[in-house]
């Protein structure tokens, strides 16, 4: 379970501030306008903004000062999510051994890993001779070997075409079922997909998780504007 | 940009750590000069001499290289020709050309027994000769013209190729042009590079070394090297190298911004589409001044050659052993800029808040000479051991310091960009600082790196500064024992040892920058 617990983050004109808690494991939908805060709110449970106040739990550790790479967390990126130069195989193995080279071991555990996401046969491939979906797998496959709990996807899947982002979410269900995921999108559809419950933003203000299809079917006048509106 | 809890790593660490040593050792020899520089201690009436003939020249050599670099970048600009890349590619030569090898080319051709004179003299005109101011100016209008013409020409580059449009179809001819769209940005552009240029023209210690001297013709570099060489007056030496430093901070900081882009720019290749100038005239005199420029350009360098190839080979073996001297020095000033340059550029791309500041620690070698800074280092260590000890290690550290601020102009945005594109993606999977560095950093920087590694190891190569102040009789560099040949007139071994040099520099220059291009990481 991720627990924030009166956090509050502000930058210039910007602030976030967000109460509550988000169970796993399952899917978490984040929806909300361009600007209302969900790459904030990554990047405060990644690590990568640290809050002005409050705290952030896993469980009942905090984990609000911790490096990134020592969260509970695992972060899909909407671009930059492979390093050009290496194949898949290093691409993954980085996520066990984060080192100039990565051992066997973690070759192997990289392998493994591509298999269940459908790509055994391309293990050798350079990210550019890839195509953006099987790009996705690939990051996912890195996802997969960290064994972290807790997996953010910061609009990982929007720069795919309608069917090919079905896919891919298909395939986080049933890759990530164990663990607990934080889906930002801008396509509410996404979140009626795929997702057990879903979290609303706007203008900084979070409203708190609740069911996804009890969202949709009865609407707060906010969620009710931006999907009126759409972004 | 990220903010969060971000490790600096001991690659970082090691980056502030030089980020800190690298201006104490300037402040230090900056100190060690004032201290030695007492007040009262008096100037001759020809160390002013020397100040006001460090700013005449220099006065003079940013004017004409300015004016004549006009009709010029406007002639590459708007012709589009076979060999315009080449053109536009050997203007950045002279950048890494060794003074020695360019000064005697000069004097082949512009000498007491050049070409020029022969010719002068089949007309029998009075020959004219170019020790004093001319050769001084012709030597920097060399160096330099090539300098502005890039300069210029960028300015042209960057007017929109939508005016030249508008400009066609309101039907202007080329006065309007001119007045409308070109003069605007000359205004803007053309102090710039005189403020460069004049920069450059007052720290070109070796070409006053050559052509200079005299009461009427030392610059105050040279006034130190002589005071120090010759008069073992360390007082004198450290009154005049503050001198220096006074002019170069008065010009440093507006330089420094300006130069790097000019030199490093790549987006030289694109002639302007342009419907004015198409007359016979116009193309007749653009293409003129380019064949002149180019002429003047290469003549010295093909002087060289001729003299210089065919003795090649027959050179005596001191020539042979400077010349491992001087590569011992370059390799060794390439490692020392890059182990310098590398952490400063991760640790700045990692604290993007403090980058300026490292930036700045790195850009000081730009308010100090490198002959101030060997002043400087040389009155440090006169006390505690013979400073020709260390004639070697000094030259080699500081030109490495001298190539510094441009290689952190020119890497620090390629590690900037990379952390912003990569930074998180190796921050949450906690990517050691190693192989950071290698994934992220040097795999996107590889062309700067190279590039700073070949202009560093061909400007330490070419140094004819710091070692005339440091070196023995018996243990010179390749430049030095040039200047000595051609002191001793053996211009014939001059001229073989010359061309050497030039291989070496371009050789070293084409060697890491391509190659570094290529490398697998």
Same mark, same amino acid.
């Given at each position: 379970?991720?627990?924030?617990?009166?956090?509050?983050?502000?930058?210039?004109?910007?602030?976030?501030?967000?109460?509550?808690?988000?169970?796993?494991?399952?899917?978490?939908?984040?929806i909300g306008p361009?600007?209302?805060?969900?790459?904030?709110?990554?990047?405060?449970?990644?690590?990568?903004?640290?809050?002005?106040?409050?705290?952030?739990?896993?469980?009942?550790?905090?984990?609000?000062?911790?490096?990134?790479?020592?969260?509970?967390?695992?972060?899909?990126?909407?671009?930059?999510?492979?390093?050009?130069?290496?194949?898949?195989?290093?691409?993954?193995?980085?996520?066990?051994?984060?080192?100039?080279?990565?051992?066997?071991?973690?070759?192997?555990?990289?392998?493994?890993?591509?298999?269940?996401?459908?790509?055994?046969?391309?293990?050798?491939?350079?990210?550019?001779?890839?195509?953006?979906?099987?790009?996705?797998?690939?990051?996912?496959?890195?996802?997969?070997?960290?064994?972290?709990?807790?997996?953010?996807?910061?609009?990982?899947?929007?720069?795919?075409?309608?069917?090919?982002?079905?896919?891919?979410?298909?395939?986080?269900?049933?890759?990530?079922?164990?663990?607990?995921?934080?889906?930002?999108?801008?396509?509410p559809?996404?979140a009626?997909?795929?997702?057990?419950?879903t979290?609303f933003?706007e203008?900084?203000?979070?409203w708190?998780?609740i069911?996804?299809?009890e969202l949709f079917a009865r609407p707060h006048k906010h969620l009710k504007a931006y999907l009126d509106k759409g972004d | 940009?990220?903010?969060?809890?971000?490790?600096?790593?001991?690659?970082?660490?090691?980056?502030?750590?030089?980020?800190?040593?690298?201006?104490?050792?300037?402040?230090?020899?900056?100190?060690?000069?004032?201290?030695?520089?007492?007040?009262?201690?008096?100037?001759?009436?020809?160390?002013?001499?020397?100040?006001?003939?460090?700013?005449?020249?220099?006065?003079?050599?940013?004017?004409?290289?300015?004016?004549?670099?006009?009709?010029?970048?406007?002639?590459?600009?708007?012709?589009?020709?076979?060999?315009?890349?080449?053109?536009?590619?050997?203007?950045?030569?002279?950048?890494?050309?060794?003074?020695?090898?360019?000064?005697?080319?000069?004097?082949?051709?512009?000498?007491?027994?050049?070409?020029?004179?022969?010719?002068?003299?089949?007309?029998?005109?009075?020959?004219?000769?170019?020790?004093?101011?001319?050769?001084?100016?012709?030597?920097?209008?060399?160096?330099?013209?090539?300098?502005?013409?890039?300069?210029?020409?960028?300015?042209?580059?960057?007017?929109?190729?939508?005016?030249?449009?508008?400009?066609?179809?309101?039907?202007?001819?080329?006065?309007?042009?001119?007045?409308?769209?070109?003069?605007?940005?000359?205004?803007?552009?053309?102090?710039?590079?005189?403020?460069?240029?004049?920069?450059?023209?007052?720290?070109?210690?070796?070409?006053?070394?050559?052509?200079?001297?005299?009461?009427?013709?030392?610059?105050?570099?040279?006034?130190?090297?002589?005071?120090?060489?010759?008069?073992?007056?360390?007082?004198?030496?450290?009154?005049?190298?503050?001198?220096?430093?006074?002019?170069?901070?008065?010009?440093?900081?507006?330089?420094?911004?300006?130069?790097?882009? %000019?030199?490093?720019?790549?987006?030289?290749?694109?002639?302007?589409?342009?419907?004015?100038?198409?007359?016979?005239?116009?193309?007749?005199?653009?293409?003129?001044?380019?064949?002149?420029?180019?002429?003047?350009?290469?003549?010295?360098?093909?002087?060289?050659?001729?003299?210089?190839?065919?003795?090649?080979?027959?050179?005596?073996?001191?020539?042979?052993?400077?010349?491992?001297?001087?590569?011992?020095?370059?390799?060794?000033?390439?490692?020392?800029?890059?182990?310098?340059?590398?952490?400063?550029?991760?640790?700045?791309?990692?604290?993007?808040?403090?980058?300026?500041?490292?930036?700045?620690?790195?850009?000081?070698?730009?308010?100090?000479?490198?002959?101030?800074?060997?002043?400087? !280092?040389?009155?440090?260590?006169?006390?505690?051991?013979?400073?020709?000890?260390?004639?070697?290690?000094?030259?080699?550290?500081?030109?490495?310091?001298?190539? !510094?601020?441009?290689?952190?102009?020119?890497?620090?945005?390629?590690?900037?960009?990379?952390?912003?594109?990569?930074?998180?993606?190796?921050?949450?999977?906690?990517?050691?600082?190693?192989?950071?560095?290698?994934?992220?950093?040097?795999?996107?920087?590889?062309?700067?790196?190279?590039?700073? %590694?070949?202009?560093?190891?061909?400007?330490?190569?070419?140094?004819?500064?710091?070692?005339?102040?440091? %070196?023995?009789?018996?243990?010179?560099?390749?430049? !030095?024992?040039?200047?000595?040949?051609?002191?001793?007139?053996?211009?014939?071994?001059?001229?073989?040892?010359?061309?050497?040099?030039?291989?070496?520099?371009?050789?070293?220059?084409?060697?890491?920058?391509?190659?570094?291009?290529?490398?697998?990481?």
């Amino acid at each position: 379970m991720l627990r924030f617990e009166q956090v509050w983050f502000r930058r210039a004109e910007f602030s976030l501030s967000i109460d509550g808690s988000i169970l796993g494991p399952g899917i978490t939908a984040v929806i909300g306008p361009s600007g209302a805060g969900k790459s904030t709110l990554i990047s405060l449970i990644a690590g990568f903004e640290v809050p002005t106040a409050g705290q952030i739990y896993w469980g009942e550790s905090p984990i609000t000062m911790m490096p990134p790479d020592q969260r509970p967390v695992s972060v899909i990126f909407q671009d930059h999510n492979l390093f050009p130069h290496l194949n898949a195989v290093t691409n993954v193995a980085l996520g066990l051994s984060p080192c100039a080279n990565p051992n066997d071991t973690s070759r192997e555990a990289a392998r493994s890993a591509l298999s269940i996401v459908g790509l055994e046969k391309l293990g050798a491939s350079l990210p550019g001779e890839l195509s953006g979906g099987q790009q996705s797998r690939v990051a996912l496959a890195r996802a997969l070997v960290t064994k972290k709990p807790l997996i953010l996807l910061d609009e990982a899947f929007s720069a795919l075409g309608p069917a090919l982002r079905t896919e891919m979410l298909n395939l986080l269900k049933s890759v990530l079922a164990e663990r607990t995921v934080l889906l930002v999108t801008h396509n509410p559809e996404d979140a009626l997909q795929v997702s057990q419950q879903t979290l609303f933003l706007e203008g900084g203000r979070v409203w708190s998780a609740i069911g996804t299809d009890e969202l949709f079917a009865r609407p707060h006048k906010h969620l009710k504007a931006y999907l009126d509106k759409g972004d | 940009m990220a903010s969060g809890p971000q490790s600096l790593g001991w690659i970082g660490r090691t980056g502030i750590a030089f980020a800190v040593s690298v201006p104490t050792i300037i402040l230090l020899s900056v100190a060690a000069i004032i201290s030695v520089a007492e007040a009262g201690s008096g100037l001759t009436s020809g160390d002013w001499a020397a100040l006001r003939f460090t700013i005449w020249q220099a006065t003079l050599s940013a004017v004409i290289s300015v004016l004549l670099a006009v009709p010029l970048a406007r002639a590459l600009a708007r012709r589009n020709f076979v060999g315009r890349g080449v053109v536009i590619t050997l203007l950045g030569a002279p950048f890494l050309l060794p003074v020695i090898v360019a000064v005697f080319g000069l004097l082949a051709v512009f000498g007491r027994n050049g070409v020029l004179n022969a010719v002068l003299e089949t007309f029998a005109f009075e020959p004219i000769s170019i020790f004093g101011l001319h050769g001084v100016v012709l030597a920097h209008v060399f160096f330099n013209l090539p300098l502005a013409t890039r300069f210029i020409l960028q300015g042209w580059q960057e007017i929109p190729a939508e005016r030249f449009r508008l400009a066609a179809s309101l039907g202007m001819d080329t006065q309007a042009i001119n007045r409308h769209l070109e003069w605007p940005m000359l205004k803007k552009v053309l102090p710039c590079a005189f403020v460069v240029i004049f920069a450059v023209c007052t720290t070109t210690f070796a070409v006053a070394l050559i052509l200079g001297g005299g009461p009427r013709a030392t610059t105050v570099e040279l006034a130190i090297y002589q005071s120090l060489r010759f008069e073992f007056d360390l007082r004198r030496a450290a009154f005049l190298a503050l001198m220096q430093i006074g002019i170069m901070v008065l010009l440093a900081f507006i330089a420094h911004r300006i130069l790097a882009p %000019a030199l490093l720019s790549h987006r030289m290749d694109r002639p302007v589409i342009r419907w004015d100038g198409r007359g016979f005239a116009i193309r007749m005199i653009d293409y003129g001044v380019i064949v002149g420029a180019i002429g003047f350009l290469l003549m010295p360098i093909t002087m060289v050659m001729i003299q210089g190839l065919p003795k090649i080979l027959s050179l005596p073996a001191v020539v042979w052993e400077s010349l491992f001297r001087s590569l011992i020095v370059a390799v060794s000033s390439t490692i020392i800029v890059l182990g310098i340059l590398i952490p400063m550029s991760y640790a700045a791309a990692r604290r993007p808040r403090q980058s300026v500041w490292i930036e700045s620690a790195g850009l000081m070698s730009f308010a100090v000479s490198s002959l101030v800074l060997g002043t400087g !280092l040389f009155v440090v260590i006169n006390p505690i051991m013979r400073p020709d000890m260390l004639a070697l290690p000094i030259t080699a550290l500081v030109n490495a310091l001298a190539t !510094l601020p441009f290689a952190l102009r020119s890497v620090l945005p390629a590690f900037c960009q990379a952390e912003a594109d990569y930074g998180r993606l190796a921050d949450s999977i906690g990517l050691t600082p190693w192989a950071r560095l290698k994934f992220i950093f040097l795999q996107r920087s590889k062309r700067e790196i190279g590039f700073i %590694a070949g202009l560093a190891a061909a400007l330490s190569m070419g140094d004819l500064g710091v070692i005339t102040l440091f %070196a023995l009789p018996d243990t010179p560099t390749l430049p !030095l024992q040039i200047y000595r040949l051609m002191g001793a007139y053996r211009m014939q071994e001059a001229a073989g040892a010359s061309v050497l040099l030039l291989l070496c520099s371009f050789g070293l220059f084409w060697l890491l920058d391509q190659g570094a291009r290529r490398v697998e990481i």
